[in-house]
């Protein structure tokens, strides 16, 4: 080696991406098993994904209360003993609720797995939803509920949702105070037993995983009463707000304003899905963007400002997102449908989409790294009904779209008629 001579430095656009493939099998039951086998460290992450999200409820708030309930008390152990165990041994068993789907995941030492399954099939199996535990999860969630209302960017995010797709649809309703008093034992009980119990299931499972891998999930959900999932979900129509623009007051000695520029957008079945990924990087999706070099670093009227498209499974939308002085909101607004115009007129020099596509290539070398990234990577395909080539058609575009495309693009989708616009005080 010649250390006189310094070595080439490579743009990440110059690397071959290789997505790790996953191993599958299906359960007696039919259930579905995605693992991917990696890592040096004795560690795995089990993520069982049911399709129990905010989509399937027939009053609000039930989905996500009967979520996080699960680990709350079962027919065999109290919310004491269950949270006891994964401490006693080094465990993590998170829970969450999204539109569609609803996540039990767990993550701990692999040697200890035989020791914690049993754990997680009797929270999917016989929790109880006893009304002491369900009274303490309403007062908590109405005094977080309270306390975030005070927030004009907590509102804002309720509202620009409910203008895009209507407050009935599961994109776009939000919970009130009385939904949550409307709860009941009852309730949760008939929802746990028709999407969990009896319900659609798939797993993810990633790490340095044991050699009876297959045998252990097999012994412990093999027999239960769960379906093979499928992405087949009630179709739900959109009913978008006719007025576009609104300004609310939500606190009168507020200091700061929370403002959503947002417009309906096609999910990632759309062919322009992947190329807008790369204009909305350009545009306002990372901290070198046009929007923090105007908005943040130039006029300095917020700490940071971003675009992103919404990962929604059906309809989605493309968004801006900050927060301002309220004395200059309007200021700021106008500056980001000046830089919309910019990007309508003016061309794009190499120099900035080189940069653009060496940050793209660079995110998807971080999310490669380690078998939960992947795993994250896989589990977003497969819940889209994607695959592989999907991967890797999106860093052929990242790589090779032209600038005179990302320009057509933005003429089409970047318009300010097509946004709503919202500004809570």
């Not at 309930?69 to 109290?78: D, E, P, S």
């Not at 971080?366 to 009904?385: A, E, Q, T, V, Y």
Request: charged residues 25%; glycine residues 6%; proline residues 4%.
């Amino acid at each position: 080696m010649n250390r006189t001579k310094a070595p080439h430095i490579k743009d990440a656009v110059e690397f071959d991406l290789q997505l790790k493939p996953y191993e599958h099998f299906t359960l007696d039951n039919g259930v579905p098993v995605y693992a991917v086998n990696a890592g040096a460290q004795e560690v795995l992450q089990l993520e069982l994904v049911f399709y129990a999200g905010n989509w399937f409820e027939e009053q609000r708030s039930v989905a996500s209360a009967t979520n996080y309930l699960l680990k709350n008390g079962t027919v065999n152990k109290t919310a004491f003993q269950l949270n006891e165990e994964f401490e006693y041994y080094g465990a993590y068993c998170n829970r969450a609720c999204y539109n569609e789907t609803a996540v039990v995941s767990l993550s701990l030492l692999n040697k200890h797995l035989p020791s914690l399954l049993p754990t997680i099939r009797d929270m999917i199996t016989d929790s109880v939803f006893s009304e002491a535990e369900l009274d303490i999860y309403k007062q908590n969630s109405k005094q977080r509920l309270s306390v975030n209302l005070k927030k004009s960017d907590f509102v804002a995010a309720r509202l620009s949702d409910a203008y895009l797709y209507g407050e009935e649809h599961p994109y776009g309703k939000y919970t009130n105070a009385a939904d949550i008093d409307a709860l009941n034992s009852d309730r949760l009980k008939d929802y746990f037993k028709q999407h969990y119990l009896y319900g659609r299931c798939v797993i993810f499972v990633s790490g340095k995983l044991p050699a009876d891998l297959q045998q252990q999930l097999n012994q412990t959900f093999g027999d239960l009463s769960l379906q093979p999932f499928n992405r087949q979900v009630p179709p739900i129509d959109a009913s978008p707000a006719d007025q576009k623009k609104y300004r609310i007051q939500n606190d009168p000695n507020g200091v700061q304003g929370a403002i959503r520029l947002a417009r309906p957008f096609p999910n990632r079945h759309h062919p322009d899905f992947m190329k807008v990924m790369v204009l909305n990087t350009l545009f306002g999706g990372f901290f070198g963007s046009r929007l923090m070099a105007n908005i943040r670093e130039d006029k300095g009227y917020t700490y940071g400002i971003h675009s992103y498209v919404q990962n929604h499974l059906q309809q989605s939308a493309w968004v801006i997102s900050t927060d301002a002085g309220k004395d200059v909101c309007e200021a700021t607004v106008e500056e980001v449908y000046k830089e919309m115009k910019r990007l309508r007129e003016e061309d794009i020099d190499d120099e900035e989409l080189l940069l653009v596509r060496n940050y793209l290539i660079g995110t998807i070398l971080g999310d490669l790294d380690g078998p939960f990234h992947i795993m994250s990577r896989w589990k977003n395909l497969i819940l889209n009904g994607l695959n592989e080539s999907y991967f890797y058609d999106s860093v052929k575009t990242i790589k090779t779209i032209p600038a005179a495309e990302l320009k057509a693009l933005a003429n089409k989708y970047l318009v300010p008629e097509d946004f709503y616009e919202l500004v809570v005080i």
